[in-house]
């Protein structure tokens, strides 16, 4: 239970950046071309992996009982998943111009200098 603990810890503290972009300048940009309904599930799935993270860091040493680490083990499913399949998604933000992927990693590095915790993010 300990290195899952320090594993999420890491994960809380490097992701968050990543995960503020995503949802913040990306992700509303994915509405016009892949629809609601797929842009809700991406921030489900972020609030799952979340979830995920801040139970473990609750559960710090004294670990979870067998149907709370069932649920995590769901949790992190589904974020291990949505991060294999994320990767490909700014190609998908039709129309994109230099201007604007410029303005798109500025975005990124401000959310990387912010350096925010994923645990420290409000659902959307």
Same mark, same amino acid.
């Given at each position: ?48 992996? /979340?979830?995920?993270?801040?139970? *473990?860091? @609750? &559960?710090?040493? =004294? +670990? ?5 680490? %069932? ?30 992927? /410029?303005?798109?990693?500025?975005? *990124?590095? @401000? &959310?990387?200098? =912010? +350096? ?5 993010? %409000?659902?959307?």
């Amino acid at each position: 239970m300990a290195e899952a603990v320090e594993i999420a810890d890491e994960l809380d503290r490097i992701a968050g950046s990543h995960l503020m972009f995503e949802e913040k300048v990306l992700y509303p940009a994915l509405v016009e071309p892949l629809g609601e309904d797929f842009v809700d599930r991406l921030y489900s799935e972020h609030e799952e992996g /979340q979830a995920a993270v801040r139970s *473990l860091l @609750e &559960a710090c040493d =004294e +670990g979870l009982s067998a149907a709370d680490m %069932e649920r995590v083990l769901g949790q992190l499913d589904t974020a291990i998943k949505h991060a294999l399949s994320c990767g490909t998604l700014l190609s998908r933000v039709r129309g994109l111009t230099a201007d604007k992927a /410029q303005e798109m990693l500025a975005d *990124l590095r @401000e &959310a990387r200098e =912010e +350096g925010r915790r994923w645990t420290e993010l %409000e659902p959307r």
